[in-house]
């Protein structure tokens, strides 16, 4: 799986949305990706690229977009 | 000991996140439920020359459990949770702290961004995973698991009129399963029914918040 596609599926599972959902989403664009589950996607982003995000980044994490530039950021490649 | 005292809890704030610590006293001896913030804390327990004997534990996330550590280093007691409790304070996910600063954040409607140090706990000393009676001087505790806020939620009731819910019954507040530890099914299947059982009447000292009475209403209020 790549990192792409394991970013995706992080998406697809924590809001329960597919594939050609995730183009523009948005933090709270949906009932599920509210505080409670941005955290839980945080987190499991950390676990699954091996990053520990600042808590600044978290904050900024407002998009399906924004998440991949700050990934990069951290050095993974996607 | 004075076995005719009346119970009457002190309730100490921690201001960083609103959370509850109880402490109970019988002649100089203590006992500390959900400590919260150790200066706090030892301020009282210094100004009341008390020594802390037991800490007892309503869960596993970091705003009942943020003075235990510094506790510790200055007092020699034992701390008493749940089995699943005492496993999540050992870890920085389970015991919240891995999120805390961004869970403030929210908590504060993005108003304020606060240093919060992840940080683990060692285990309990004394652990239960049923029901579990034990007392302490002359109260009588009884421990009732109740997960599904966090798999080491428990109620502690004492002497069968006073209840120590811990994040359960938070005034103004629905019962949270998504936060680390949660579990919307099992608190469906488990957590609830242990809530649903509890008698009327009890005074209720939640994990944030003021005392009130549980009353048919209040129970009605949270689906019970």
Known sequence: MTNLEKYNKLFMDNFKLTKEQLPGLKYRSIKLWDSMGHMQLMEEMEDNFDISLDTPDVLSFSSYEKGLDILRNYGVDI | ?224
């Not at chain 2, 506790?71 to 020699?76: A, E, G």
């Not at chain 2, 009732?144 to 002497?159: D, E, F, Q, R, Y």
């Not at chain 2, 059982?197 to 129970?219: I, M, R």
């Open chain 2, 1 to 224: 000991m004075n076995t005719n005292m009346a119970f009457k809890p002190i309730r100490i704030i921690d201001p960083t996140t609103n959370s509850n610590c109880y402490i109970i006293e019988d002649g100089i001896h203590a006992l500390i439920i959900d400590p919260n913030n150790f200066s706090l804390i030892n301020a009282y327990i210094k100004a009341r020359r008390l020594s802390p004997e037991w800490v007892l534990l309503t869960h596993e996330h970091c705003d009942h459990i943020s003075g235990l550590n510094e506790l510790r280093q200055h007092y020699s007691f034992k701390v008493i949770a749940q089995a699943a409790c005492s496993l999540g304070i050992q870890d920085k996910t389970l015991n919240m702290t891995r999120i805390m600063e961004t869970y403030l954040y929210f908590k504060s409607n993005g108003t304020v961004l606060t240093s919060y140090p992840k940080f683990t706990c060692k285990p309990a000393e004394l652990t239960f995973d049923k029901t579990y009676h034990w007392h302490w001087f002359t109260h009588q505790f009884t421990f009732l698991p109740a997960p599904g806020h966090t798999p080491g939620s428990t109620c502690i009731l004492v002497n069968n009129t006073v209840l120590f819910s811990g994040d359960y019954f938070i005034p103004g507040e629905d019962v949270i399963t998504r936060l680390p530890g949660g579990d919307a099914v099992i608190y469906e299947k488990i957590g609830k029914n242990i809530l649903r059982a509890l008698p009327e009447n009890l005074l209720v000292y939640p994990g944030h918040g003021d005392t009130f009475l549980l009353t048919k209403e209040v129970k009605q209020n949270y689906g019970l």
